[in-house]
């Protein structure tokens, strides 16, 4: 995978993306995008996604239920990616790490029971957990971190986990489109189909609908502009 980045870089506490510290040798595509304190000065999905969506961000929502929010898609995130590392036979089984908060547990053991649907009704034989990858093409450069990858024969799926009861579609569909454009463009594999997996909506998993060329056009220009 030419352009992927998950072994040499990783996110600070603001989610900035940044050289780990004992990378000896920076790729040549790279060496153009890094900055002071080894940062990444690339735009990311979600940056890229708050400046298409900018109406979506409720300045009033308490600052608590943010951070709150913040954590507990933290922690089921990495609930649900241990798990998928320590995965050991056909089935995935839950690695509750060191959480001790149930409702987060809950929440990863809804989402693995589903993984294991998706991956008994689409014959998956391999699964990857948060890589990143980078973006460069004449229309804009960007970097993002896919939270799973699932690989059935030459057939890709891309999964994102949300863990909130907000179901913003439109936006949804955008990230979707990036990481879609970033796996492909990164690896050189077609991706046969996406999907958002939230455990709290009535529709757990969301099918990606592709997006009009205008609103790509719309999307990608904002990824340059930052």
């Known amino acids: 995978m030419q352009y992927e980045l998950t072994q040499i870089i990783k996110r600070d506490e603001n989610f900035n993306y940044i050289l780990k510290e004992d990378i000896k040798e920076v790729p040549f595509f790279l060496k153009g995008f890094i900055g002071e304190t080894d940062k990444i000065e690339l735009p990311f999905v979600s940056i890229i996604l708050e400046k298409c969506f900018p109406f979506l961000h409720n300045k009033f929502v308490k600052k608590e239920i943010i951070e709150n929010s913040i954590k507990q898609g933290q922690c089921v995130h990495q609930m649900i990616s241990d798990s998928i590392n320590n995965r050991k036979d056909f089935k995935l089984n839950l690695s509750t790490s060191d959480c001790k908060n149930?409702?987060?547990?809950?929440?990863?053991?809804?989402?693995?029971?589903?993984?294991?649907?998706?991956?008994?009704?689409?014959?998956?034989?391999?699964?990857?957990?948060?890589?990143?990858?980078?973006?460069?093409?004449?229309?804009?450069?960007?970097?993002?971190?896919?939270?799973?990858?699932?690989?059935?024969?030459?057939?890709?799926?891309?999964?994102?986990?949300?863990?909130?009861?907000?179901?913003?579609?439109e936006k949804y569909n955008a990230q979707l489109f990036l990481y879609k454009k970033l796996f492909e463009n990164a690896t050189g594999n077609l991706v046969e189909n996406c999907f958002i997996l939230n455990p709290r909506e009535e529709r757990i998993f969301m099918e990606y609908e592709p997006i009009n060329k205008k609103e790509q056009g719309r999307i990608l220009l904002t990824a340059k502009e930052i």
């Not at 004449?138 to 971190?145: M, R, S």
């Open 102 to 169: 149930s409702n987060h547990i809950n929440i990863a053991k809804r989402i693995i029971t589903e993984l294991n649907s998706f991956i008994y009704k689409y014959e998956i034989d391999q699964i990857y957990s948060e890589r990143t990858f980078l973006y460069l093409g004449f229309d804009c450069n960007y970097i993002g971190t896919i939270d799973i990858i699932l690989k059935s024969k030459e057939k890709y799926y891309i999964m994102d986990i949300k863990t909130s009861r907000v179901n913003y579609i």
